[in-house]
T-cell receptor
Framework: AQSVTQPDIHITVSEGASLELRCNYS??????LFWYVQSPGQGLQLLLK??????LVQGIKGFEAEFKRSQSSFNLRKPSVHWSDAAEYFC??????????FGGGTRLMVKP | GAVVSQHPSWVICKSGTSVKIECRSL??????MFWYRQFPKQSLMLMAT?????????EQGVEKDKFLINHASLTLSTLTVTSAHPEDSSFYIC???????????FGQGTRLTVV
């Protein structure tokens, strides 16, 4: 069965520190992969996506993610976290044209 | 990116009443729309997939008679929660895509509270 897993439910980092949010997928073929951010009570904002090609993907707000087929991973990174980055982050995967399967989400808290 | 608008953003209704949520693609024609449900502090779960002009395909465990989905035009899909109960209180999010080869864009979500 297709699945997306985010192993970390909560992560706390200090402002200015680097960040890595983990995402693993299980699909028969390489899926389309996405990272979304959700602020409390809000909808989803797309940070970045991977369809094919370069495995290092740049997104908005200084985020990047690297697709690693050998590890079935698509981890999200940011070199220096800002207090405004505190939110819920969702990794999602899907095959072409199909609905997305979401990971359980990782809540990021940023310490001043 | 493309814009998907949901209305209303939040709604409170009494038990036993029905609530309609609209999902509109503002600057593209959406052949397919997806409806998700998100319980507090949980992830998004797909409820159903609707293709314009066709009946929606519901995920296992989702009551199609309770969650009525209509996708009558290429820019509008509606989700009607019929005979709502407090356990239906949730955050409902739609997404829309133009075709099989394009990504889906999300609406801002609708928070439903049934009292």
């Amino acid at each position: 069965a297709q699945s997306v897993t985010q192993p970390d439910i909560h992560i706390t980092v200090s402002e200015g520190a680097s960040l890595e949010l983990r995402c693993n997928y299980s699909y028969g073929a390489t899926p389309y992969l996405f990272w979304y951010v959700q602020s409390p009570g809000q909808g989803l904002q797309l940070l970045l996506k991977y369809f094919s090609g370069d495995t290092l993907v740049q997104g908005i707000k200084g985020f990047e993610a690297e697709f690693k087929r050998s590890q079935s991973s698509f981890n999200l990174r940011k070199p220096s976290v800002h207090w405004s980055d505190a939110a819920e982050y969702f990794c999602a995967g899907g095959n072409a044209g199909n609905m997305l399967t979401f990971g359980g989400g990782t809540r990021l808290m940023v310490k001043p | 990116g493309a814009v998907v608008s949901q209305h209303p953003s939040w709604v409170i209704c009494k038990s036993g009443t029905s609530v309609k949520i609209e999902c509109r693609s503002l600057d593209f024609q959406a052949t397919t729309m997806f409806w998700y449900r998100q319980f507090p502090k949980q992830s998004l779960m797909l409820m159903a997939t609707s293709n314009e002009g066709s009946k929606a395909t519901y995920e296992q465990g989702v009551e199609k008679d309770k969650f009525l989905i209509n996708h009558a035009s290429l820019t509008l899909s509606t989700l009607t929660v019929t005979s709502a109960h407090p356990e239906d209180s949730s955050f409902y999010i739609c997404s829309a895509r133009q075709d099989m080869n394009t990504e889906a864009f999300f609406g801002q979500g609708t928070r439903l509270t049934v009292v």
